[in-house]
């Protein structure tokens, strides 16, 4: 039986620069990194407490989720990151060279407050900030 | 502070499908589904347990890691769900269509024994199914 998600494994062109960006800019406990010949793969692991896994479809039929689906046909889209100063968090990647794809927070999903980061800061994931309401 | 990752999100082109597939077919539980207007988005949450974030590179430069590299320079790869009885699960699986990379599991990270879904049969998301060594 299917038990529990184990991992979500995120390809990387560069390995130290990839380890840094997760443990340092995004705060991630790094648990350790392992050569997995058989795949012909190196592997960094870092733990992630309780998360959940987002369903997203386009609503009314637009939006980006639509050009994504159009483009992709469907699959992984984004990690989404909690923080508790979205502000704050936005000005330290920004000075880290880190490109936000608006200059102010929107409303997304449980009306937080959300951000996201470019894929060409982030090894080509896009990632999003999100600040719960208080 | 960035202080936990919150979500994965999976863009999907049959919404009522893509919940069907991670609620019957992956075992997660239905937290509930949002309509997302700001975003024009559909939105259906997930619960997991603590899990792993794992980058994945190239080891001595070949490899299918090598090959995601060289076509998409970087991103979110794959997802990857523990068993405690692959076996069982690629019969169960199999037998509801979905297409397996493999006829037999395979060595992964940790001595585990896994095995891929093609992602063909999961809303263009590469899906791992992982069974620990005992």
């Known amino acids: 039986m299917i ?7 995120v390809a990387v062109p560069d390995f130290a620069a990839a380890i840094a960006r997760f443990r340092d800019d995004l705060g991630l406990e790094l648990e ?5 010949a058989a795949a012909q793969t190196q592997t960094a692991f870092f ?16 939006g980006p989720v639509q050009g994504f689906l159009d ?3 469907g699959g992984l889209h984004h990690l ?7 502000l704050a968090d936005m ?5 880290k060279g880190y ?33 719960r309401s208080a």
């Open 99 to 131: 490109r936000l794809l608006s200059e102010a927070p929107t409303v997304g999903a449980h009306g937080s407050l959300v951000v996201f980061i470019h894929p060409k800061s982030a090894d080509g994931v896009l990632i999003e900030l999100t600040q």
């Open 80 to 86: 989404c990151f909690e923080t508790d100063d979205i």
């Open 47 to 62: 733990a992630v407490a309780a998360a959940h896994i987002e369903l997203i479809h386009p609503l009314d039929g637009g």
């Open 3 to 9: 038990t529990r998600l184990d991992h979500i494994a």
């Open 91 to 95: 000005a330290r990647l920004k000075a």
């Open 71 to 73: 483009k992709r046909g």
């Open 32 to 36: 350790g990194t392992e050569d997995v």
